[in-house]
T-cell receptor, first 113, second 110 residues
Framework: SQQGEEDPQALSIQEGENATMNCSYK?????LQWYRQNSGRGLVHLIL?????REKHSGRLRVTLDTSKKSSSLLITASRAADTASYFC?????????????FGQGTILTVHP | DTAVSQTPKYLVTQMGNDKSIKCEQN?????MYWYKQDSKKFLKIMFS???????INETVPNRFSPKSPDKAHLNLHINSLELGDSAVYFC?????????FGEGSRLTVL
């Protein structure tokens, strides 16, 4: 069964606004990652947060992780039209499953100029 | 320089045919994957190889056969194609937990 579930499924905002996407998962994890996919392209890694971390930043991206609630959020600040893409969370359970990422179904973000 | 490259990018074929997708990575990574993305954008792992050895084999019909001639290459051969095989197939390699994806190969079975 699918590990990650993302919310919302689609998000439409204006340039300059912040975008927040949420991800929930079911089982224990070693780390959680966020990926971006532009239409018709491959996925690009954005950020990885380990299970013992609560928050991580990278440029305009901020990721939080709450292992007690089995949830994560991705915040994109000061969004740009070029941020328009699908965003996926992926969980890595570690152990013998290390490296096997289980993806959510993604959030489609549209940023209007 | 393309890090993970897949060929072909598009593949249209008839049911019952056999087809292959090739993948090469020039990143020096030991581990490579095949993922399938369906029409709803759901990504599911199919196979993983580490240094030419199969380490993950999900519940995939045995019509799908991966082959890794060396750690830089991971090919996917599909026999007796079915309509449900239509999808985008992504190759990826891994370093320190992070996946590097190719651009995908869109397979359409008619």
């Amino acid at each position: 069964s699918q590990q990650g579930e993302e919310d919302p499924q689609a998000l439409s905002i204006q340039e300059g606004e912040n975008a927040t996407m949420n991800c929930s998962y079911k089982t224990s994890i070693n780390n959680l990652q966020w990926y971006r996919q532009n239409s018709g392209r491959g996925l690009v890694h954005l950020i990885l947060i380990r299970s013992n971390e609560r928050e991580k930043h990278s440029g305009r991206l901020r990721v939080t992780l709450d292992t007690s609630k089995k949830s994560s959020s991705l915040l994109i600040t000061a969004s740009r039209a070029a941020d328009t893409a699908s965003y996926f969370c992926a969980t890595d359970a570690g152990g013998t499953s290390y490296g096997k990422l289980t993806f959510g179904q993604g959030t489609i973000l549209t940023v209007h100029p | 320089d393309t890090a993970v490259s897949q060929t072909p990018k598009y593949l249209v074929t008839q049911m019952g045919n056999d087809k292959s997708i090739k993948c090469e990575q020039n990143l020096g990574h030991d581990t490579m994957y095949w993922y399938k993305q369906d029409s709803k954008k759901f990504l599911k792992i199919m196979f993983s190889y580490n240094n030419k050895e199969l380490i993950i084999n999900e519940t995939v019909p045995n019509r799908f056969s991966p082959k890794s001639p060396d750690k830089a290459h991971l090919n996917l051969h599909i026999n007796s194609l079915e309509l449900g095989d239509s999808a985008v197939y992504f190759c990826a390699s891994r370093e320190a937990g992070e996946l590097f994806f190719g651009e995908g190969s869109r397979l359409t079975v008619l």
